[in-house]
């Protein structure tokens, strides 16, 4: 049996907790108590196939908060900056500053192909990793095919929206499967491929209402409903999923809910639909 294990290195969206300078009472609790308060941004480590899936702002402090030393592949679920933004920890991490001659790391980058196409035109990102791939440190890759790493293979999937991926790991020797989709649900409806996997790691999803009340939060007619999945839409995925246990991350400062009011919120949904489901927090660990 394949060794699994998923490590969540930050579990924000694209709104970090604290938000700098927001004086609400989730921000202010977060930086008075840190984690499970304290959220950075989106971005998870695979144990056993040592995938690092998405590089945030914090990325670097991540890896090395987490003592993460062996990194066999990285991967991008897509370009947007909360995803991308921390690319320099490849920089930092593999570069030998002072030997000579140089002892570099140099680590292989998979990009699903229109990640890879995005890369291009969005953020500089193709021309930084390019820099990289000259100084020796990354060895870009398109992933257009399976990638097998320590008993595990893993395959890249589009969403609805096409500039992004979902990767399901799927054990060589065995039956396990786990469905990781980083962000962007919108419009998405789960094949039958997916279909009871063991694990489905998803993001929360706006809070178009309270979860408890049923109280409108976001206007009916604000545009974030128009181009991101709600937390009652994700509901509804899961829902054909059918999924063995279900962890939400990517959680959003904005909707202002706190560590506890989501350990009651997955309490309701044990209860109520008898999910297995965590709500995820920055160094959280998952042992398949």
Not at 128 to 157: C, S
Not at 228 to 255: N, Y
Not at 263 to 273: G, I
Request: glycine share 6%; hydrophobic share 40%.
């Amino acid at each position: 049996m394949a060794f699994l294990s998923i490590e969540f290195l930050g579990t924000a969206g694209a709104i970090r907790t604290p938000r700098p300078g927001c004086p609400c009472p989730l921000c202010t609790t977060a930086r008075r108590v840190g984690i499970p308060w304290e959220r950075t941004g989106p971005s998870l480590f695979v144990h056993g196939p040592n995938v690092l899936i998405d590089t945030p702002e914090e990325s670097a402090l991540q890896v090395d908060r987490a003592g993460i030393r062996q990194i066999a592949a990285g991967l991008y679920s897509h370009w947007h900056p909360d995803h991308t933004a921390g690319r320099r920890m490849w920089e930092t991490r593999n570069w030998d500053w002072r030997g000579w001659p140089p002892q570099h790391l140099c680590t292989p980058i998979y990009l699903p192909p229109n990640v890879a196409r995005d890369f291009e035109v969005m953020l500089g990102l193709a021309e930084n990793f390019r820099y990289l791939e000259e100084k020796g440190l990354v060895k870009v890759h398109i992933m257009d095919r399976p990638l097998e790493l320590n008993g595990w293979r893993i395959t890249a999937h589009p969403l609805a929206a096409d500039y992004v991926y979902a990767f399901l790991f799927q054990e060589m020797d065995g039956h396990r499967r786990v469905l990781i989709a980083m962000d962007e649900l919108v419009g998405w409806t789960p094949p039958p491929i997916f279909r009871g996997v063991d694990l489905a790691v998803l993001p929360t999803g706006v809070f178009e209402f309270d979860p408890f009340t049923g109280e409108r939060r976001i206007p009916i007619q604000h545009p974030v409903l128009r181009h991101e999945a709600t937390f009652r839409q994700t509901l509804q995925m899961v829902e054909r999923l059918e999924p063995a246990r279900v962890v939400f991350t990517h959680i959003e400062e904005p909707d202002g809910n706190s560590p506890e009011a989501l350990v009651r919120l997955a309490d309701t949904l044990h209860r109520e639909r008898g999910w297995e489901v965590t709500f995820a927090y920055d160094m959280l660990q998952i042992v398949l």
